[in-house]
């Protein structure tokens, strides 16, 4: 079974810096089902990334994916208030949907 | 605009069966697109429960396959999760959501609000 580990699992940051959250798969993952969401505090999940590099509507350029095979990034570029929060990654393979253990962004 | 919003009870015993709808409006249900729930127990990750297609094809995580059915009503516009069995473990917030389908991927792309249950007696 397809797991995905997060890390790092925390990472304290100060506004305006920039953060770099990895996402490994122990399978190969199609990078046209990899995914990445952003829940805030008491919040639904929201889609960010999909398809491994693609922003969903009305998420800042500051927000960036990358990565194939069993190596995915998420980028922050800098750091605004709101995204300190906790970023999930997603997979799906034959039918299965998998998440990762979630990495939370706070404020240093 | 989307939405999609969780209704059903908020206290369930153990060894009972977990009932909640999603209720979808802005678009009808049975447009080429999968529907899914997922849940996160308090201060935990996410975890799947499953998918369900307009036509009722469905798809389910291992782990609670034998004890979940997802059905689904286009008339009403709406889909259903049932959990049956629960314990404790169970207790989480259960979010309904529409799995997006693109030529570029696949994703949860719309979620509703979030349902609280808890299992307790």
């Known amino acids: 079974e397809l797991e995905l580990t997060q890390s790092p699992g925390t990472v304290s940051l100060s506004p305006g810096e920039r953060a770099t959250l990895s996402c490994r798969a122990s399978?190969?993952?199609?990078?046209?089902?990899l995914t990445w969401y952003q829940q805030r505090p008491g919040q639904a999940p929201r889609l960010l990334i999909y398809?491994?590099?693609n922003r969903a509507t009305g998420i800042p350029d500051r927000f960036g994916g990358s990565g194939s095979g069993t190596d995915f990034t998420l980028t922050i570029s800098r750091l605004e208030p709101e995204d300190f929060a906790v970023y999930y990654c997603q997979q799906y393979d034959n039918s299965r949907v998998t998440f990762g253990g979630g990495t939370t962004v706070e404020i240093k | 605009q989307l939405q999609l919003q969780e209704s059903g009870p908020g206290l369930v015993k153990p060894s009972e069966t977990l009932s909640l709808t999603c209720t979808v409006s802005?678009?009808?249900?049975?447009?080429?697109?999968?529907w899914g729930w997922i849940r996160q127990p308090p201060g935990q990750g996410l975890e799947w429960i499953g998918n369900i297609f307009y036509s009722g094809s469905t798809h389910y995580n291992p782990s609670l396959k034998s004890r979940v059915i997802i059905s689904i009503d286009p008339s009403e516009n709406r889909f259903s999760l049932n959990l049956s069995s629960v314990t404790a473990a169970d207790t989480a917030i259960y979010y309904c959501?529409?799995?997006?389908?693109?030529?570029?991927?696949?994703?949860?792309?719309?979620w509703g609000q979030g349902a609280l249950v808890i299992v307790s007696s």
């Open positions: 399978q190969t993952v199609s990078s046209s089902y």
């Open positions: 802005g678009d009808p249900i049975s447009h080429s697109h999968y």
């Open positions: 959501a529409r799995w997006g389908i693109s030529w570029l991927g696949e994703s949860f792309d719309y």
């Open positions: 398809a491994a590099s």
